[in-house]
């Protein structure tokens, strides 16, 4: 089945404590994107990746870095969490060409920082 | 600045009562317009992309119109399994992001 997977799927951490939610889609897609969606700002982007070893800034970036080695995985890292990175986060992915084709979102991820 | 608006952000129906969602862009140079289904804690699920003005796309009881300026989600005889967040985006100028609407919440009752 194609699909993305996120996990964790549900984490509660205290600030400072680095962690890693993993992201990985089995469509051999070129493009992939981290979003966090908040109450009242809708979905926001947070880091991009137009192919292996490519990735960029979205319009969040603050607090999180990405990597893309592989072309099915692109892990979020939140190097010392903080209250206001509590959020739902999801991974997305589309064929090449960026986001001008449908991108196909995993189930998400909730994060809360105490 | 590429935005996304849309209207009503929370609309009640009866089953079978028919609406509209309203989606309002301002982007330079439309290079693709999407509509979303969310449910409750789950991820987005693609529904349409529309590209050019006149452009409509079906699924079911949706059905997506696009003009120059915004876009319409049509919802024929609704049921209640109709019922959930429909969000709208557009590309942004340098093709890498999707800029979200924030949404419609539409609840239908039998």
């Known amino acids: 089945e194609a699909q993305v997977t996120q996990n964790p799927r549900y984490l509660i951490t205290v600030t400072g404590k680095k962690l890693t939610v993993t992201c990985s889609q089995n469509?051999?897609?070129?493009?992939m994107s981290w979003y966090r969606q908040d109450p009242g700002l809708g979905l926001r982007q947070i880091y991009y990746?137009?192919?292996?070893?490519?990735?960029d800034k979205g319009d969040v970036p603050e607090g999180y870095k990405v990597s893309r080695k592989e072309k099915r995985n692109f892990p979020l890292i939140l190097e010392s969490p903080s209250p206001n990175q509590t959020s739902l986060y999801f991974c997305?992915?589309?064929?090449?060409?960026?986001?001008?084709?449908?991108?196909?979102f995993g189930p998400g991820t909730r994060l809360t920082v105490l | 600045e590429d935005q996304v608006t849309q209207s009503p952000e929370a609309l009640r129906l009866q089953e079978g009562e028919s609406s509209s969602l309203n989606c309002s862009y301002t982007?330079?140079?439309?290079?693709?317009l999407f509509w979303y289904r969310q449910d409750p804690g789950k991820g987005p699920e693609f529904l349409f992309t529309?590209?050019?003005a006149g452009e409509e796309k079906e699924k079911e009881r949706l059905k997506a119109t696009l003009t120059k300026k915004e876009s319409f989600l049509h919802i024929t005889a609704p049921k209640p399994e109709d019922s959930a967040t429909y969000l709208c985006?557009?590309?942004?100028?340098?093709?890498?992001?999707?800029?979200f609407g924030k949404g419609t919440t539409l609840s239908v009752s039998s």
């Open positions: 997305a992915s589309s064929p090449g060409g960026g986001s001008y084709n449908e991108q196909f």
């Open positions: 990746s137009m192919n292996v070893e490519v990735t």
């Open positions: 469509m051999n897609h070129e493009y």
């Open positions: 529309l590209y050019s």
């Open positions: 982007v330079s140079g439309l290079r693709g």
């Open positions: 985006a557009v590309t942004n100028q340098a093709g890498t992001a999707l800029i």
